[in-house]
T-cell receptor, first 113, second 115 residues
């Protein structure tokens, strides 16, 4: 079945760039997403990319997609302490034509002042 | 505008009891999803509604879990004979159409603790 894998933890200094990586298995995935979860809160949609794109930029966020290697990354430029959170990569369930998502375990981003 | 609203935000119940968790989606969103998030894990799909009907309930773990959406708006997730393993955050999400192009918007979740 489909699977999404992420590294569990990343620590950076304030002002540095953060790169969070994700791999997925479903080659029929059409949309891939990045969500942010702060403590005690729900998931906030950050950005998403369609599978016919290889890059998408949105202010400090850059998403890179390598469809051949099934690898997705999220780069956060000029990381701030407010960016500390858990980041989830998610893919659309390729066996469904609905919006059902399959999530990774999440990457905890720690930003040190 | 208002986002997805879930109530209660926290629920503590005893093993064996019945609980109901409520989700109020974004107005006009036809699709509604329930997910469950255990500690340290990503959300796992439970059930998807398109309008009033459950279009995909393949993620419900067993027959103690049931969900309804009688008028195509508010949804209730019902858990009978709760077990300690049901303790998790239950997340609700809605999307405008439910199609593959329509992104999901999540509520803050209900943290369920079964003692």
């Amino acid at each position: 079945g489909e699977d999404v894998e992420q590294s569990l933890f990343l620590s950076v200094r304030e002002g540095d760039s953060s790169v969070i990586n994700c791999t997925y298995t479903d080659s029929s995935s059409t949309y891939l997403y990045w969500y942010k979860q702060e403590p005690g809160a729900g998931l906030q949609l950050l950005t998403y990319i369609f599978s016919n794109m290889d890059m998408k930029q949105d202010q400090r966020l850059t998403v890179l997609l390598n469809k051949k290697d099934k690898h997705l990354s999220l780069r956060i430029a000029d990381t701030q302490t407010g960016d500390s959170a858990i980041y989830f990569c998610a893919e659309k369930d390729g066996s469904s034509n609905t919006g059902k998502l399959i999530f990774g375990q999440g990457t905890t981003l720690q930003v040190k002042p | 505008g208002a986002g997805v609203s879930q109530t209660p935000s926290n629920k503590v119940t005893e093993k064996g009891k019945y609980v109901e968790l409520r989700c109020d989606p974004i107005s006009g969103h036809t699709a509604l999803y329930w997910y469950r998030q255990s500690l340290g894990q990503g959300p796992e799909f439970l059930i998807y509604f398109q309008g009033t009907g459950a279009a995909d309930d393949s993620g419900l773990p067993n027959d103690r879990f049931f969900a309804v959406r009688p008028e195509g708006s508010v949804s209730t997730l019902k858990i009978q004979r709760t077990e300690r393993g049901d303790s998790a955050v239950y997340l609700c999400a809605s999307s405008l159409t439910g199609s593959i192009q329509s992104p999901l918007h999540f509520g803050n979740g209900t943290r369920l603790t079964v003692t």
